[in-house]
Structure formats: C-alpha cells, structure tokens
C-alpha cells in the first residue's frame, strides 16, 4: 500500500539551530502534501499544505518565515524550523494525498520528534 | 471554524470487553471522517475512513458510523486485546483536504 516516509525520526539540537525535516511518497505522486504539529497531550493542528511548484499555504498563526517548506517533486516536501527555540519543540507529522485519486485517505508519516535545548 | 471533540479522554477495561468510542463535530459539511489510531512516540494508522454519503464502515472487529445530521461520529471496537491499546483519534475532513483532529482518546485494554 501507499507509505510516506518521514527523516529524521528524531532530532536533537540547541536553540538557535535550522532543522530540515523531509516527507516523501514512496510508491505514489503527492502533488499535495500537509505538515502537522502536535504538542504533548494535544492533538494534531494542521500547520500548512506543501504544494508541488508553489508556494506553501499556511494556517493561521504559522509564521511562514521561521517555518520554510519546499515541495520540489512529486514525491518530496520538506519542512525546514529555522532557528529553532524550545517552545518549538514538538512531533512534526507529514500526510500525502495520491494525485488523480480522489476521495482516497491521506497517508502520514511515522512523524519527526524535535527537541530543542 | 471546525471543532472536534473525543469523548471520553481516556477508558481503561479489561480484556474482551466491547467498547465504544465518540467524536463530534461542529460543522457538519464535512467530507469525510477518518479513525486513526496513534501508539506512544509514533504516527498514525489509518483504521477506517467513512465518506460523507456513508453512514458505516467495518474492518474485522472495528465498526465506524457516521451521523452527519447530529454531527457525531462513534467507533465500537468488538472483544478487545491488550494490544488494542493505544490512542484513537477522530479526524473530520473538510473541504477534501483539511484535516481538524480531536483531542483523541487514550485506551488501555488489561489483560
């Protein structure tokens, strides 16, 4: 079946370091992809949806400078947390959607725990 | 905008017994509905989705109903295992793409 595949599973790094996190379809084209952040005891909020060739839409309340996305490919969306501080700290998941397959479930990743010290 | 609630927040049961989960939703112009499942530190499992023309949906011994009038969703699992333990998540899919989560509920299953 269709699999997303997340790196890193876990990261550790001091405040003021850029994390760049990678979502990948492996065996289908997502010209849509979704990041999504999820805080302890907290359930999943929806960040911002990676679009293939353009620019990132981003819900309400997410700084689209500190947090840069890419979707260079059909299979490929990358989150980068540039100068990441504690409160950033949190489980980032990516999900994928197969293109020309409507009404289908989206896919997600096994999700990134980031850890700022 | 979309709220989504899981009752309850946690349930803790024995072995073999037959359980019921609840979710609802605030707009009921939803697309879809989908149950995952989320263990410790991990991602998600995708258990069932219901489209919104659907009103259940059954694998093995889940079940998923949809009631987009009343704006609830329920997920009964049959004869539980301890390795049913985990927590259940409630996602209401509006407008195709966005995705609104509950809080989820926390289930331990004891042997």
């Known amino acids: 079946g269709a699999v997303v595949s997340q790196h890193p599973s876990r990261v550790i790094c001091k405040s003021g370091t850029s994390v760049k996190i990678e979502c990948r379809s492996l065996d289908f084209q997502a010209t849509t992809m979704f990041w999504y952040r999820q805080f302890p005891k907290q359930s999943l909020m929806l960040m911002a949806t990676?679009?293939?060739?353009?620019?990132?839409?981003?819900e309400q309340g997410v700084e689209k400078d500190k947090f840069l996305i890419n979707h260079a490919s059909l299979t490929l969306s990358t989150l980068t947390v540039t100068s990441a501080h504690p409160e950033d700290s949190s489980f980032y998941i990516c999900s994928a959607r197969q293109t020309e397959i409507s009404n289908q479930p989206q896919h997600f990743g096994d999700g990134t725990r980031l850890s700022i010290l | 905008k979309q709220e989504v609630t899981q009752i309850p927040a946690a349930l803790s049961v024995p072995e073999g017994e037959n359980l019921v989960l609840n979710c609802s939703f605030t707009?009921?112009?939803?697309?879809?509905l989908q149950w995952f499942r989320q263990d410790p530190g991990k991602g998600l499992t995708s258990l069932l989705l219901i489209q919104s023309s659907q009103r259940e949906q059954t694998s093995g011994r889940l079940n998923a109903s949809l009631d987009k009038s009343s704006g609830r969703s329920t997920l009964y699992i049959a004869a539980s295992q301890p390795g049913d333990s985990a927590t259940y998540l409630c996602?209401?899919?509006?407008?195709?793409?966005?995705?609104?989560f509950g809080s989820g509920t926390k289930l331990n299953v004891k042997p």
């Open positions: 707009d009921s112009a939803i697309y879809n």
């Open positions: 996602a209401v899919i509006y407008n195709f793409n966005k995705f609104y």
């Open positions: 990676s679009n293939e060739g353009s620019k990132a839409t981003y």
